[in-house]
């Protein structure tokens, strides 16, 4: 059983920069969703997706969005980045859709925005 | 913003001692569940447990939910070198659709060996 992978592992970005992040699920999972945790902070929920569309939403703003795959791997993408956009992006994913499961996290992509 | 927030923010503890933290949250919830994370990395989950749920174990693992004080606590018996890590509570609340899982600011919890 493979579990879930991201990737860069790390990434500088310069402040106006897009950066596109990327996770492959756990096998047999068909659900996939987006962590942002800031330095000593708790991982705040961007979005999940289910079936290539987007089911539940945090308070970010729309310059993140994502993508997933009939693969269901799936990506993050985050425009105009900002220096508060710096944090550890986690991925999760789940055996089924809704947050009543739990959660299988990647290692995470550590960025930097200078 | 973060729904849940655990107590202590810090805990030093003896190898073999046994840990106790809390989760407070605001809102009602469908489930809590309970993440370990070792030195920024990726979250390993714990336990889960539903809102018609009081108790539940998991080898050295307990948790507890009182929905009418809105809060949980984990406890970890006989505390291990290898325990030493970040605790977070998450709370699972919505409709489909609409979910949402909220995390709390985090335990660190070190164990002396």
């Known amino acids: 059983e493979t579990g879930v992978t991201q990737s860069p592992t790390h990434l500088i970005k310069t402040r106006g920069q897009q950066v596109t992040l990327r996770c492959s699920s756990q096998?047999?999972?068909?659900?996939v969703s987006w962590y942002q945790q800031a330095l000593g902070q708790g991982p705040q929920f961007i979005f999940q997706y289910y079936r290539e569309e987007e089911n539940g939403r945090g308070n970010f703003p729309p310059r993140f969005s994502g993508l997933q795959f009939p693969n269901y791997s799936s990506e993050l993408n985050v425009n105009a980045l900002e220096l508060d956009d710096s944090a550890l992006y986690l991925c999760?994913?789940?055996?089924?859709?809704?947050?009543?499961?739990?959660?299988?996290f990647g290692p995470g992509t550590r960025l930097t925005v200078t | 913003s973060q729904q849940g927030e655990e107590d202590p923010q810090a805990l030093s503890i003896q190898e073999g001692e046994n840990a106790t933290m809390n989760c407070s949250y605001k809102?009602?919830?469908?489930?809590l569940q309970w993440y370990r994370q070792n030195s920024g990395r990726g979250l390993v989950h714990l336990i889960l447990?539903?809102?018609?749920?009081r108790e539940k174990h998991s080898g050295r693992l307990r948790v507890t939910l009182d929905t009418s004080k809105k809060s949980s606590s984990l406890l970890i018996t006989a505390s291990r070198a290898a325990d030493t890590a970040s605790y977070f509570c998450?709370?699972?609340?919505?409709?489909?659709?609409?979910?949402?899982?909220?995390f709390g600011t985090g335990t660190r919890l070190t164990i002396i060996p």
């Open positions: 998450a709370t699972g609340r919505g409709n489909f659709g609409n979910e949402k899982l909220t």
């Open positions: 447990i539903r809102s018609n749920e």
């Open positions: 809102t009602s919830i469908n489930n």
């Open positions: 096998s047999g999972h068909n659900t």
């Open positions: 999760a994913s789940s055996p089924s859709v809704g947050l009543a499961y739990e959660q299988y």
